[in-house]
Structures are given as structure tokens and as C-alpha cells.
């Protein structure tokens, strides 16, 4: 149920039109409501007066999903959204080979225990079965309907892939990707799958996307021979207090080392930079330049009833971007950030396999399983979201740290 007091502004507005344009809601959840001026009951094509208090109830919707006890994990909720971490080797919602123990039970239950009846879980996202992490879930079609149609979404996952992405393999990506989209031109037309995720900004009002093309690819470095940028002044006192800066990490234990896309045994670097090694090169200036980060566009598709999906120009427009945080050359593996601009299914582990870095523990698209090492499961983990909550209007961010598994793997 919300209450809203009435404005004098808004006065003469039908009703039906005061939800959708100053409240936000859709004209499909306004099917399924009942709404009360100063207490009595009325239609949607009622006019507002210019004083007064309206009440709007939603109707009673079931659902077939048997509620069941399971442990959740919760990050976040308040009357609207519920944020759960949900644990590796759980379904999200059944499907018709697994009906019960799914995190969809699980928050059925969590509704009928806190509020007393049955309601519907409305996933705003999903994630595989055997990916960890924050998965948002509307406890009303107001709030559905805000996140769908009004809400930033950004979402962001730590990934453990096969191989090491030093400085020389991000080059080699680079310039792999450059030479991919010089062939496969991608007209802004064709960009418009975008817009579920990269457009819904302030609050309708659409970004155009060239405007977001000048903010992902604010790179100020060449491809050809990784020089940056000539503007930068490593020599003045800014540039050099900011060299010293401290790396800072929100993961306990874990040493987020940021690798560098420079050959520092080049004479050019050597010269013109004046380091001694490489690891006088901060964390901090290499991520204002964007050294450490890839940036994927390449098109997924599904060739028929196979589950796995490939690159090809027949697919759908998918975006990602891969941030490298640290490397482990004893294991062979690298720690990776992605953020995902678009939600095609199963697009980062297909993005990961076409530079050649598989998700650790992926059998469709990598090496698989090694109980042995403690690689139970694909090791890829949502662990951060941003998005505009459907009552105040604020962003909310939440992040939770890496998931246990993954960290023991890791510092084994």
C-alpha cells in the first residue's frame, strides 16, 4: 500500500495520470490496484482535488511456489526491495526439471513469515545456478515497475579466469578487439538493446549513447605502443603525490594489485617516466588512464537449441567491460572485474572465452571442475549493484566481498 498527499499542482490531474507521470508507475501496474481519495474509494479516470490524501492498494496476487525455509542471506530490504547474496549451486526461480529449494522458495517463505500471506518474489535480475552474489527482488508491481522502466542499474562481478592478463595481454586484446570492430562496424542503430540498462536515467530523461561511448572510452593511452598520453605531466607535484597514493581495497585479506598496460623495459618509458621499476607505477594513475581495463563489443548468439553461446554478427549487440586486478602466475589465473552493460544470457563467461581468459570451473565454456584444487563451481560473483530505489528516488550501492570459495582458492 502507498499514501501519497495530493498537491495543489497536480490539482484536476486524473488520477491514472498522476501515478504515471508523478509517481511512476506503469500503465500496467495500474491494472491491478485499487485506489482511495480521502478515504472512500474511486476510479482511475477520477480528477484530483487540489488538496488530500491518496491511498493505493494493490490487489492480492498469488503464486504457485511452494513456500520452503531456506537460509537467506540478506543485504538490503525495506518495504520495496529486498537484496539478497545468494549462495553458489542455487536456482533463482524453478524451472520445470527443479519445482522446490530454490532462492525463489526461499524468499516466498521470507514474505509468508514476515508479512503473513503468500506474495509473488519479482526478480529484477538472475543470476546461473552456480553464480554467487546480490540479486534484487521487488516486493510490489510499484517498485517492479519503477526498477524496469525508470531506475540506473549498474552491476558489477569478480571473476576468476584461466591465465594471466599482464600488461603485454591487454595490449594483445586491445589491439585484437580494435581490429574486430574495424571489421564488424556497429552502427548506434543497432545499439538500441542498450537501452534497458544504460539509458533509464533521470528518471525517463534518456542519455543518449554517444554520451556514454566519451565516458567508457576516456582512454588516454595508444594501442600501437602503449605510450600515454603526452599531456600527462609526470614531473609536476600533483602527478607525484598522486604516484604514492595508497591502493585501496574493500575485500579483507586479498591485495587487489592493479597490473599495468606499459612495457617498462621500453627506453621511452624508462626516459620519459624516470622509474626505477614497475612498481613505482601507482594503482591510481593507471586507472584514471584506463591501462587496466578491456572493453568487449561482440555480438552473442545461440545457433538453434544448443545451450552455448558463441560470437557471431547473427547475435544480439552485448557490451562488457574487464578490469584486471590481480594476477596469481603461481596459479595461473587473474581476478577480474566485469561490469556488464547489456544482459544477454551467459555474456561474460562468452565475452572471457573470446579473448582467451575462460571463468575458472566453467564446464560449457572452460576446463570445468577441479575438486581437487577447490574449483567446485564457476567462479564468478555478482558483488556489486547501484540502483535508483522506487520511494526516495536515491541511488542505492551496495557491495558485499568476494565469496568465501573463490577467496580460499585464491590465498591456498
Excluded: W
Amino acid at each position: 500500500m502507498k499514501k501519497f498527499r495530493i498537491e495543489k499542482e497536480h490539482q484536476r490531474m486524473k488520477i491514472s495520470q498522476y501515478l504515471r507521470e508523478v509517481q511512476n508507475y506503469s500503465g500496467r501496474s495500474l491494472r491491478n490496484v485499487e485506489v482511495f481519495l480521502n478515504g472512500k474509494q474511486v476510479r482511475l479516470t477520477k480528477k484530483l482535488p487540489s488538496h488530500g490524501n491518496l491511498r493505493v492498494v494493490e490487489k492480492k496476487k498469488g503464486t504457485d511456489i511452494k513456500p520452503i525455509k531456506l537460509p537467506l542471506d540478506i543485504i538490503f530490504e525495506d518495504e520495496d526491495i529486498l537484496v539478497v547474496n545468494k549462495e553458489p549451486f542455487l536456482l533463482t526461480h524453478p524451472t520445470q526439471k527443479k519445482a522446490d529449494f530454490t532462492l525463489a522458495n526461499g524468499i516466498v517463505n521470507h514474505f509468508l513469515e514476515k508479512y503473513g500471506e503468500v506474495r509473488v518474489p519479482r526478480f529484477y535480475n538472475r543470476l546461473d545456478m552456480n553464480t554467487s552474489g546480490l540479486i534484487i527482488i521487488a516486493k510490489n508491481s510499484f517498485a517492479q515497475a519503477f526498477l524496469q522502466n525508470f531506475s540506473i542499474f549498474d552491476k558489477k562481478y569478480l571473476a576468476i579466469v584461466n591465465g594471466i592478463i599482464d600488461n603485454k595481454e591487454i595490449a594483445r586484446i586491445n589491439e585484437e578487439l580494435a581490429k574486430d570492430g574495424e571489421k564488424h562496424k556497429i552502427q548506434d542503430l543497432e545499439k538500441e538493446n542498450l537501452k534497458p540498462e544504460i539509458e533509464k536515467v533521470n528518471f525517463g530523461e534518456m542519455k543518449k549513447y554517444d554520451e556514454m561511448e566519451k565516458i567508457e572510452n576516456n582512454l588516454t593511452f595508444e594501442n600501437k605502443d602503449n605510450k600515454i598520453e603526452e599531456n600527462t605531466d609526470f614531473n609536476s607535484k600533483k602527478e607525484n603525490n598522486n604516484l604514492n597514493l595508497k591502493n585501496k581495497s574493500n575485500f579483507e585479506n586479498i591485495n587487489f594489485t592493479i597490473n599495468e598496460n606499459i612495457d617498462f623495459n621500453s627506453k621511452n618509458a624508462k626516459d620519459n617516466l624516470n622509474l626505477k621499476n614497475k612498481n613505482d607505477f601507482n594503482n591510481e594513475i593507471l586507472e584514471k588512464n584506463g591501462i587496466n581495463k578491456i572493453v568487449i563489443e561482440r555480438r552473442i548468439f545461440r545457433d538453434g537449441d544448443n545451450l552455448e553461446r558463441i560470437i557471431d554478427g547473427r547475435g544480439q549487440y552485448a557490451k562488457t567491460a574487464v578490469k584486471v586486478l590481480k594476477t596469481y602466475p603461481e596459479k595461473n589465473v587473474t581476478l577480474v572485474e566485469c561490469e556488464l552493460f547489456t544482459g544477454r544470457t551467459h555474456q561474460i563467461r562468452v565475452h572471457l572465452k573470446s579473448i582467451g581468459h575462460t571463468i575458472v570451473g566453467d564446464e560449457l565454456y572452460g576446463n570445468g571442475l577441479n575438486k581437487e584444487l577447490g574449483i567446485n563451481r564457476q567462479f564468478l560473483h555478482a558483488y556489486k549493484v547501484k540502483f535508483t530505489h522506487p520511494a526516495s528516488k536515491k541511488e542505492v550501492e551496495l557491495e558485499i566481498p568476494i565469496f568465501s570459495d573463490m577467496k580460499e582458492f585464491l590465498e591456498k
